[in-house]
């Protein structure tokens, strides 16, 4: 078969329109209020989704990232996570300016530690504010007034139990914990919000703690934390949770959010 060509009288036809210049209008910016970034772990499959359901907000732009990360979590895969960091808030519309970064993992940020998640971040937007699961969820009890806590959390015991022990040097009490001791990431994510407010109501009824913390960013329940409160008359927050509200309000964004529970409805405690 030969190569067809175009005709010299194919190539003349003139255009019908050709219309240059028009006139346009601009709309305000999507992240007219704030604008949040948001650095996710490669094997999460949850996060994402609770923060798109939480922050449909007119005016609040989320845009992310992803961070390699090994779906086994052991205190070894969380640490390596650092040098990994900046580059994943670099690429996070680069050049346009941001309200806050967050670091989406809860165990990462405990093994880390915040001032190091800080200073990652920084490496690539100097001066931004930062936060992580960890900071966000005891700014988050300090803002609901909570002094005993209900740890929920899906991890290995010795990162329950070091969990358990960051929390407690926060100046919380920790006197009930529950756990699904799993280390695959991707098993987390599938536990059902239906299980999580279960256990919580197990654990959480009684008058021996006055919050609830779910932790692990890949656990499920935005969208069922409301009802749950309701079951156990006391707040409950999530590392998702935590860390949008925290995002908000280091952005700026004081006004209520209806529909995620309790913590929505607080500002920053003085201090924070």
Same mark, same amino acid.
């Given at each position: 078969? +030969?190569?067809?060509?175009?005709t010299s009288?194919e190539?003349? !036809?003139?255009?019908?329109?050709d219309?240059q210049? @028009?006139a346009y209008?601009?709309?305000?910016?999507? %992240?007219? &209020?704030?604008?949040i /970034?948001?650095?996710?772990l490669a094997? =999460?499959?949850?996060i994402e989704?609770?923060?798109?359901k939480?922050? =449909?907000i007119? +005016?609040?732009?989320? $845009?992310?990232?992803r961070?390699?990360?090994?779906?086994?979590i !052991?205190?070894e895969?969380l640490a390596?996570?650092? +040098?990994r960091?900046?580059?994943?808030a670099r690429?996070?519309?680069? /050049?346009?300016?941001?309200?806050v970064?967050?670091? *989406?993992c809860?165990? %990462?940020a405990?093994?880390i530690?915040?001032?190091?998640?800080?200073?990652?971040?920084h490496e690539?937007?100097?001066?931004?504010? #930062?936060?992580?699961?960890?900071e966000?969820?005891?700014a988050a009890?300090?803002?609901? /007034?909570?002094?005993?806590?209900?740890?929920?959390?899906? $991890?290995?015991?010795e990162?329950n139990r070091? @969990?358990?022990d $960051?929390?407690? +040097?926060? %100046?919380?009490?920790?006197?009930?914990?529950g756990?699904?001791?799993?280390?695959?990431?991707?098993?987390?994510a599938?536990? !059902?919000?239906?299980?999580t407010c279960?256990?919580?109501?197990e654990?959480?009824? *009684?008058?021996?703690?006055?919050?609830?913390?779910?932790s692990c960013?890949?656990m &499920?329940?935005?969208e069922?934390?409301?009802?749950?409160e /309701?079951?156990?008359?006391?707040?409950?927050i999530?590392?998702?949770?935590?860390?949008a509200w925290? #995002?908000? &309000?280091?952005a700026? $964004? =004081? =006004?209520?959010v209806k *529909?995620?529970?309790e913590?929505?409805r &607080?500002?920053l405690?003085?201090?924070?």
């Amino acid at each position: 078969m +030969g190569t067809q060509t175009t005709t010299s009288k194919e190539a003349e !036809t003139p255009l019908i329109v050709d219309r240059q210049n @028009m006139a346009y209008e601009l709309a305000d910016q999507i %992240g007219y &209020r704030c604008r949040i /970034g948001l650095i996710v772990l490669a094997s =999460d499959l949850t996060i994402e989704h609770e923060f798109r359901k939480m922050l =449909d907000i007119p +005016g609040v732009a989320l $845009y992310e990232s992803r961070i390699y990360n090994d779906s086994e979590i !052991t205190p070894e895969t969380l640490a390596a996570m650092e +040098g990994r960091m900046a580059e994943a808030a670099r690429v996070i519309v680069p /050049g346009v300016p941001l309200d806050v970064i967050a670091y *989406g993992c809860t165990s %990462g940020a405990m093994v880390i530690g915040p001032q190091n998640v800080h200073a990652r971040i920084h490496e690539a937007r100097p001066g931004i504010a #930062c936060t992580s699961p960890m900071e966000a969820a005891a700014a988050a009890l300090r803002a609901l /007034g909570a002094k005993r806590v209900c740890l929920i959390a899906p $991890y290995v015991d010795e990162i329950n139990r070091s @969990m358990r022990d $960051y929390i407690s +040097g926060l %100046g919380f009490q920790v006197p009930i914990m529950g756990s699904w001791n799993l280390s695959d990431d991707a098993k987390v994510a599938r536990i !059902t919000s239906e299980t999580t407010c279960k256990a919580a109501v197990e654990l959480a009824s *009684g008058d021996d703690v006055d919050a609830v913390f779910v932790s692990c960013t890949s656990m &499920r329940l935005a969208e069922s934390v409301q009802e749950l409160e /309701g079951i156990i008359n006391k707040p409950v927050i999530s590392s998702n949770i935590a860390t949008a509200w925290h #995002c908000l &309000r280091l952005a700026g $964004y =004081d =006004d209520e959010v209806k *529909g995620f529970g309790e913590l929505f409805r &607080r500002p920053l405690a003085l201090g924070d």
